[in-house]
């Protein structure tokens, strides 16, 4: 699939009035591995107070994702999906990290429950899987990520903006990470 191809949307139309998604960057991936570390690119740049909303497919690497992003904030610890736990933090790194797995959330009054707003106010990074479930719980500046299953092993990767209201940083095709994390 080319770059400039027209994508479909990853999330329900946004509930926030005059939000629209814009796409900041897509690219190629070719195992979990340059997915890790994209999102640690990602991460290295981030000064707290961020929220990473992932959505895809169960198996897309969405996980794999919140690893690269733990990676680059410098947790230490091993991050596995919270699908059971809903929440796993992580103190060890220069910022906290919130990692939080919505596969299983009936309601958005669960969210209450669960301490969202405590992260998301916390000064930490804090990463959503399945935020679909619960979308108008986030801020609109949440940077959002898209894993889409290309094949065995390659993942389209594209990385959205609420704030955007048109493409903005375009390449002509879909980019490699390679050249990504240079």
């Known amino acids: ?6 994508l ?4 329900p139309a946004d509930p926030r009035p ?6 900041l960057k897509t690219f190629i991936s070719s195992g979990a591995e340059e997915t890790l570390r994209f999102a640690e ?3 290295r740049s981030f000064q707290g107070g961020e929220t990473v909303l992932l959505s895809g497919d169960l198996g897309a690497g969405k996980t794999v994702f919140a690893a690269g992003l733990a990676k ?4 230490a610890s091993r991050v596995t999906s919270p699908t059971f736990t809903v929440l796993n933090e992580y103190h060890s790194g220069r910022l906290p990290f919130f990692h939080f797995d ?3 959330i009936a309601s958005e009054a669960e969210l209450d429950e669960l301490g969202l707003d405590d992260a998301l106010s916390s000064g930490g990074v804090t990463a959503v899987e399945w935020s679909e479930n619960a979308l108008s719980a986030f801020p609109s500046d949440a940077i959002r990520v898209r894993i889409r299953l290309l094949g065995e092993d390659r993942r389209e990767i594209t990385l959205l903006s609420g704030e955007e ?16 994390c240079r």
């Open 41 to 43: 690119t990602l991460a």
């Open 8 to 11: 479909p949307p990853p999330f």
């Open 165 to 180: 209201s048109e493409e903005s940083d375009t390449e002509s095709e879909g980019e490699s990470l390679e050249s990504s």
């Open 18 to 23: 005059g939000k629209e998604v814009g796409i």
């Open 1 to 6: 699939m080319s770059f400039g191809q027209e």
């Open 72 to 75: 680059g904030l410098g947790v």
């Open 102 to 104: 919505l596969y299983r």
